[in-house]
């Protein structure tokens, strides 16, 4: 018995898929304006009071995105230059690229 348990390469993997497969979406939420200035609606219909700060919760939504997504990066840059390439065309460039993409530009053999 060691100190440490053994590694579940099969479960790392899933959980590496789980959160690369959120880079756009974390993208998409730091590059939203930090705070939405909006007018406020004046009406006369009753309204139910609101419970907690959305300006605050849109905030901390925004700096724990922007938190994954540097250490998104922080990972990928710390991997050889074939692995983050992989990575990075499968997960984090706009366009969403597949191994039968690569295939096709590559005059039908694989790169």
Same mark, same amino acid.
């Given at each position: 018995? %060691?100190?440490?348990?053994?590694?579940?390469?099969?479960?790392?993997? +899933?959980?590496?898929?789980? =959160?690369?497969?959120?880079?756009?979406?974390?993208?998409?939420?730091?590059?939203?304006?930090?705070?939405?200035?909006?007018?406020?609606?004046?009406?006369?219909?009753?309204?139910?009071?609101?419970?907690?700060?959305?300006? +605050?919760?849109?905030?901390?939504?925004?700096?724990?995105? +922007? %938190?994954?997504?540097?250490?998104?990066?922080?990972?990928?840059?710390?991997?050889?230059? =074939?692995?983050?390439?992989?990575?990075?065309?499968?997960?984090?460039?706009? +366009?969403?690229?597949?191994? =039968?993409?690569?295939?096709?530009?590559?005059?039908?053999?694989?790169?």
């Amino acid at each position: 018995m %060691g100190l440490l348990r053994d590694v579940d390469f099969n479960q790392t993997r +899933e959980n590496a898929k789980d =959160t690369l497969a959120n880079y756009r979406r974390l993208q998409r939420i730091t590059g939203r304006s930090k705070i939405d200035i909006k007018s406020p609606i004046i009406t006369d219909m009753p309204k139910s009071p609101s419970h907690g700060n959305k300006t +605050e919760d849109a905030l901390l939504q925004h700096i724990n995105a +922007e %938190g994954e997504l540097n250490a998104i990066v922080a990972g990928l840059m710390s991997l050889p230059l =074939t692995s983050r390439a992989v990575l990075y065309y499968s997960f984090c460039d706009k +366009e969403r690229y597949s191994t =039968t993409l690569f295939v096709i530009k590559s005059g039908g053999r694989m790169i």
